[in-house]
């Protein structure tokens, strides 16, 4: 089965700092993306990769990066951590567009 | 703009009982519709798929329609079990880009013994 990881369950961080998200899967695939998920607002999709060193803008990337080195990781990054981005941030990876395979998720909280 | 529809209101099932839910949509021309399970503090895990030329698609006790003209697609669980109980979602897809996959908000089914 494929298994997409991320780093923490559980981040408290406070309001500018710099906040790195990890994940990482084990099924060589090309498509990774990050979602943040708000009650009553379903997925967001923060950024998406489509392969190594290469980005495309979701819905919501203001105050967010993203960095895709090797093919198994891909990490995002809130440059300056505000209390508007506590949320549950969930990385998915897929190799079409037929079904996505996700992580448990990191509940970030900023303070 | 593109809209996902679920049910808002959690859904209360008695087991043995088929669970159905909904999802609508607008301004959206999927080539796939998607159902995942999501349980507390996890993941979203992924179930079903469904064609844009597919009327019905069944796995075990799941059932998945998708009606393309009523922008509708229909999830039910038959003969629920407690262990149904869990948030499902909803997502289209296109066949242009994984970028443009999209999500409901997602159904809070019980199930209650």
């Known amino acids: 089965d494929v298994k997409v990881t991320q780093s923490s369950r559980y981040l408290v961080k406070r309001t500018g700092e710099k906040v790195f998200l990890e994940c990482v899967q084990d099924m060589d695939h090309e498509n990774m993306f990050w979602y943040r998920q708000d009650p009553g607002l379903g997925l967001r999709l923060i950024y998406f990769s489509y392969d190594v060193k290469m980005k495309e803008k979701g819905d919501i990337p203001e105050g967010y990066s993203v960095s895709r080195e090797k093919k198994e990781r891909f990490s995002l990054i809130l440059e300056s951590a505000s209390t508007n981005q506590t949320s549950m941030y969930l990385c998915?990876?897929?190799?079409?567009?037929?079904?996505?395979?996700f992580g448990s998720g990191t509940q970030l909280s900023v303070l | 703009s593109q809209k996902i529809e679920q049910n808002s209101e959690a859904l209360n099932i008695q087991e043995g009982k088929t669970a159905t839910l909904t999802c609508n949509y607008t301004n959206y021309s999927p080539a796939y519709l998607q159902w995942y399970r999501q349980d507390p503090g996890r993941g979203p895990v992924f179930l079903l798929l469904?064609?844009?030329?597919?009327k019905e698609k069944r796995k075990e006790r799941l059932k998945v329609t998708f009606d393309t003209t009523l922008k509708q697609s229909l999830f039910h669980i038959t003969a629920s079990q407690p262990a149904d109980s869990a948030t499902y979602l909803c997502?289209?897809?296109?066949?242009?880009?994984?970028?443009?996959?999209?999500f409901g908000s997602g159904t809070r089914l019980s199930i209650r013994p």
């Open positions: 998915a990876s897929s190799s079409s567009v037929e079904k996505l395979f």
């Open positions: 469904i064609r844009e030329n597919e």
């Open positions: 997502a289209l897809s296109s066949v242009s880009s994984a970028s443009k996959i999209i």
